[in-house]
């Protein structure tokens, strides 16, 4: 009879690694990242007390920062901002307002007026709970 010689236990570890660098990457390209939903950072000024109203759906909003003004999440020149808001057909439609709260009084009148001159009353301005 043969005597038997044990060999060293070897663990392949390749593999392995293989594995967590693809679920590491399957990870990384599935999760859900947060939507650029606005275009400017803003300062919002905060409430203390508020009703609960869910968000309105289809809703259009304007963004007013101290220097920059976007629209549903486009950054726009105050000239610009006339041509986009004539051309909202739904007049019904409703306008969410985030003004930053270092934004001057004037740059907010100014929108306020445009907003007006096109007929879209139904406006709502937010602020951070």
Do not use: C, H
């Not at 236990?9 to 990457?25: A, G, M, Q, R, S």
């Not at 609960?52 to 950054?75: H, M, R």
């Not at 934004?103 to 007026?113: G, H, P, S």
């Amino acid at each position: 009879m043969k005597k038997r010689t044990r060999e060293a236990l070897n663990i392949e570890i390749t593999p392995l690694i293989d594995v967590v660098f693809l679920l590491l990457i399957f990870f990384m390209v599935s999760t859900v990242f947060k939507k650029d939903e606005l275009a400017l950072l803003l300062n919002l000024p905060k409430v203390e007390k508020g009703d609960g109203q869910s968000k309105p759906q289809q809703s259009f909003y304007i963004e007013l920062g101290t220097d920059d003004i976007a629209v549903n999440g486009k950054k726009y020149s105050l000239e610009q901002v006339d041509e986009v808001l004539g051309s909202i057909k739904e007049k019904t439609k409703p306008v969410e307002l985030r003004v930053d709260k270092e934004v001057k009084y004037d740059r907010l009148i100014t929108i306020l007026d445009k907003l007006k001159k096109f007929e879209l009353n139904n406006l709502s301005l937010i602020t951070e709970q």
